[in-house]
């Protein structure tokens, strides 16, 4: 999981595209630079937009614009009939739309509170490895490489965790990561088995939508519209969240979708261990976030196990 939107249903898992269109040419490289900058900057953004706005508001409001651009282009791109949807792939979004960005997302948020955002990116890389123990549990034969990955990549977790047994990090947040990564592997897993809109484009529109409104509602619960004050919101958490509607939400989005028509579905894969790289160099630039030896060697570890299932499971 990110923290970004993307498309709905996993990736098919053979290589369709004709061979013409795979070739690794500038444009590829160019959208794949894209995708890992951009969707590994996000973490860095949310802990900048937790600053001074509150969570669940910042969150709201990050989907229903993102949502409401998108769809905008969407009738503008493909007509307004691309977003029309049956009662059930509606249904189907929005759940899924609400495992992924409310629970998975929305955790993600609460957590960047006070947990690093390279430790946060670190954690969330963890997804493809849930997803992978999701479907061994529904009886999917799982190779053994894959397995010794995924073992490998929850090793790395207990490393990574270790910092909240010591007071470092509050124990708490990082717990949170962990659930948002489970929520958003559960959500991924799901999509597949759902009667989700055919148009990837159209079931995020939704599935952003859904999530704006249920963040707002548990903004609601929380009493955090009753506590902020614009007047009070520094510039650069503004920047941050203007960011996040564009480039996180849209742009990035947009590459990868393209990718996965353009491109060879292993290369594309590579996001999931790259992004959390970018995420640890950037915190760590930027916000002088501390790279101590379990932050290092945890993300190093899960980093692997990640490559390793992302190559198996291709």
């Known amino acids: 999981m990110t923290t970004q939107s993307r498309p709905p249903v996993s990736p098919p898992l053979q290589d369709t595209a004709p061979p013409a269109a795979r070739s690794t040419s500038g444009a590829i490289w160019a959208a794949l630079g894209i995708v890992y900058v951009v969707w590994g900057s996000t973490y860095l953004a949310i802990r900048v937009v937790v600053e001074t706005i509150p969570p669940f508001l910042s969150a709201s409001a990050r989907f229903l614009v993102a949502g409401a651009l998108l769809a905008a282009l969407v009738a503008w791109r493909q007509g307004p009939s691309a977003l029309r949807v049956s009662g059930r792939q509606f249904a189907s979004a929005a759940l899924v739309g609400a495992l992924l960005l409310i629970g998975g997302n929305g955790l993600v948020v609460l957590a960047e509170r006070t947990v690093p955002s390279g430790v946060t990116a670190l954690l969330v890389a963890s997804v493809p490895l849930w997803v992978v123990l999701l479907r061994r549990t529904a009886g999917r034969r799982t190779p053994a490489a894959t397995v010794g990955g995924v073992l490998l990549g929850l090793v790395g977790l207990l490393v990574l965790t270790s910092p909240g047994l010591t007071g470092e990090v509050r124990l708490t947040g990082l717990l949170m990561v962990v659930a948002a990564a489970l929520i958003w592997a559960f959500g991924s897993f799901l999509a597949g088995y759902l009667p989700m809109p055919a148009n990837p484009f159209a079931a995020s529109v939704y599935e952003m939508l859904t999530a704006g409104v249920g963040a707002g509602l548990l903004a609601?619960?929380?009493g955090e519209p009753r506590h902020f004050d614009p007047a009070a919101v520094s510039t650069a958490s503004w920047v941050a969240l203007a960011y996040l509607f564009t480039f996180g939400s849209l742009v990035a989005f947009t590459a990868y979708a393209w990718l996965l028509q353009r491109a060879p579905l292993p290369l594309v894969a590579t996001y999931a261990?790259?992004?959390p790289v970018v995420a640890v160099v950037l915190g760590w630039l930027i916000l002088a976030e501390p790279l101590t030896w379990p932050i290092v060697l945890g993300?190093?570890?899960?980093?692997a196990g990640?490559?390793?299932?992302?190559r198996t499971e291709r």
């Open 220 to 222: 609601l619960v929380r």
């Open 299 to 303: 993300g190093a570890i899960v980093v």
């Open 306 to 310: 990640v490559c390793l299932v992302v």
């Open 273 to 275: 261990y790259v992004n």
